[in-house]
């Protein structure tokens, strides 16, 4: 009897454990505390890279400034990529798709509830591991995208160097001038090896997550919900799962042979012992252009969410949106190398690539269109979300516009690694991906927490942010072509580049005041009661159907879709289908 009652006892501590405080957390399955945890730890890594890239830009600030060490810059402008894309844009879609995606296609959970929560554990462990590299001063040190052989340089050689060489050499291609003139610097170290582990641990979290997305979505969604009646956002989390599935194993194949380069005796990627350094490059980009829109994706759908909402009307083109998604999955295998063209590929493979590399412009255009079109004579709302929304569409449109002048294979020779290319790709990405989550963080958050983001905080954090953004990263464009190589550790005055630079670091800073307001408004937000209605937005899809927060069930009983706006039916039934379907 003893025995019995210890272990009931036992059973019932461990139950209210599950059930109540941390615990609950820990152990949950509930695919929307789990969307809640990646939210919260991206939006963590997301403030843990937004001061590294205030130490960059303060060390760039004026001429011959040593705020930071060489070996400290090198590290920090590597750790600050790194967690950008790796540990808060791709994990923080993640998070807005675990939350989402069941609730609007009307599924009760994820496809696999306990992969699901693997996927967030692995993802936090990846993050640890990344992170703790500083504690051994061995943070992560060649880039985000980890060159060979420069994976091997020994920390601060290779800021060095590139100042030594001048800013026309310089602007050659990082591996390139590694293996003709940077041999002096290569010797073991920790730094790649922190890399690969993180990667990789990441890697498998994002499997992981995509697996679940694809059998969530294709097998799991409410009567009547077909392909064709999918929200946006559904449809641009699928896209994104399968650009994973696909793009994932060519980092996994380059990063493991990188590690028996390294500690294995092998030469991969070593050209003086009969390997080839360019190996690594056509791996990593053969998954980091994929990449490029697995980070973009999900804020098309979010955009095509929000816009529609505020603007009063069914969003533009729905079919010409969802399949020019499917059209930017495909193409992005197909353009790899336009990130190699100074690496003397030969004629034939320039012009592929140049052409396929405009290719792609024709579907991201489609959606600017329609969004543009979905605004036109719209009742429109200038809610926080909505200004959030169509900056989005301005600052990603600069993004897209400079991208294609990269296309062209004589202007990329001039400013391949100069500031030019750092402008586009924080263009794409924080006026891109950056804008379109704080629209769908205004959107959504009274359905996460049953409470208002204030309005008056957000518009400012908006103007900030449209400021910030365009002061911080406008500036690189004339860098570039003035010259300034990319991972620069610094410069001597006289060369032009001194206001620029300053004023790019003033806009630095604006966009921390501007992320400041939001987490002040966040956590004064949390102080207060629930008071959120179910629908504040009077909105279209099936998470709005639901309470807010939703139940742990999502749904008292399942919904029935008739059309792609099924809350609009249940409110406006006599609004017949073919109105908003056709």
């Avoid at 060159?147 to 920390?155: D, H, K, Q, R, S």
């Avoid at 800013?167 to 610097?185: D, E, F, H, I, K």
């Avoid at 992981?208 to 969530?216: D, E, H, L, R, S």
Wanted: a neutral charge; hydrophobic letters at 50%.
């Amino acid at each position: 009897m003893a025995v019995g009652s210890v272990a009931t006892q036992g059973r019932t501590v461990q139950q209210s454990w599950t059930r109540t405080g941390i615990g609950s957390w820990v152990t949950t399955t509930d695919h929307k505390k789990i969307g809640v945890m990646y939210i919260y730890t991206a939006f963590f890594f997301f403030l843990f890279g937004g001061v590294e890239a205030l130490l960059v830009r303060t060390q760039l600030a004026v001429p011959n400034n040593h705020f930071l060490t060489p070996e400290q810059y090198d590290q920090v402008f590597t750790m600050h990529a790194t967690i950008m894309i790796f540990l808060f844009v791709m994990p923080i879609w993640t998070g807005f798709g675990n939350y989402l995606v069941p609730l609007m296609i009307g599924a009760r959970d994820m496809a696999f509830p306990r992969l699901n929560a693997l996927g967030y554990w692995l993802f936090l462990a990846g993050g640890i591991v990344l992170s703790a590299s500083f504690l051994f001063n061995a943070a992560p040190n060649a880039g985000w995208f980890s060159y060979a052989p420069l994976t091997e340089a020994t920390p601060g050689c290779l800021t060095q160097q590139i100042a030594a060489q001048g800013a026309q050499a310089a602007a050659a291609n990082a591996a390139t001038s590694a293996a003709q003139g940077l041999q002096g610097c290569f010797s073991p170290g920790q730094n790649p090896d922190f890399w690969i582990v993180g990667i990789n641990l990441l890697g498998i979290a994002s499997l992981t997550g995509a697996i679940n997305f694809v059998v969530t979505i294709l097998r799991m969604r409410a009567p009547g919900m077909t392909i064709n009646r999918m929200p946006l956002f559904t449809w641009m989390m699928m896209v994104t799962s399968f650009l994973l599935i696909f793009a994932l194993p060519s980092l996994t194949v380059a990063s493991a042979l990188l590690l028996f380069d390294r500690h294995l005796g092998t030469h991969f990627y070593q050209a003086s012992a009969g390997g080839d350094p360019l190996l690594w490059q056509h791996l990593f980009w053969s998954f980091g252009h994929p990449e490029v829109y697995i980070l973009i994706l999900p804020a098309f759908g979010i955009i095509s969410e929000v816009l529609p909402v505020f603007s009063g009307k069914p969003i533009f083109g729905y079919t010409f949106i969802a399949w020019s998604g499917v059209a930017i999955g495909f193409l992005s295998f197909t353009v790899w190398a336009h990130h190699m063209f100074a690496v003397g590929l030969p004629p034939i493979a320039q012009a592929f690539f140049a052409s396929s590399t405009t290719l792609i412009a024709i579907p991201t255009a489609v959606k600017i269109f329609n969004w543009v079109a979905t605004t036109y004579y719209g009742r429109i709302r200038f809610n926080v979300a909505m200004l959030f929304g169509l900056g989005f569409v301005a600052m990603f449109l600069i993004g897209g516009l400079n991208g294609a002048a990269l296309a062209v294979v004589p202007f990329d020779y001039q400013v391949t690694d100069t500031y030019f290319v750092v402008a586009h790709i924080h263009y794409v990405l924080f006026g891109g991906s950056v804008m379109a989550l704080f629209a769908g963080m205004y959107y959504w958050f009274p359905k996460f927490s049953g409470r208002m983001l204030n309005e008056g905080l957000g518009q400012a954090q908006f103007w900030l942010y449209l400021i910030g953004l365009n002061l911080a990263f406008f500036p690189m464009h004339i860098l570039g072509l003035l010259g300034m190589p990319r991972r620069q550790f610094t410069y001597p005055s006289g060369l032009g580049w001194d206001t620029l630079n300053l004023i790019s670091t003033i806009g630095a800073f604006t966009l921390a005041f501007g992320t400041l307001l939001f987490v002040i408004n966040f956590f004064w937000t949390m102080t207060k009661p629930r008071t959120a209605s179910d629908d504040p937005w009077d909105a279209f899809t099936l998470e709005w159907a639901t309470t807010s927060p939703p139940p742990p069930e999502n749904f008292k009983t399942v919904p029935v879709v008739r059309s792609r706006r099924p809350l609009y039916d249940k409110k406006h039934p006599e609004d017949p289908d073919w109105r908003h379907e056709h």
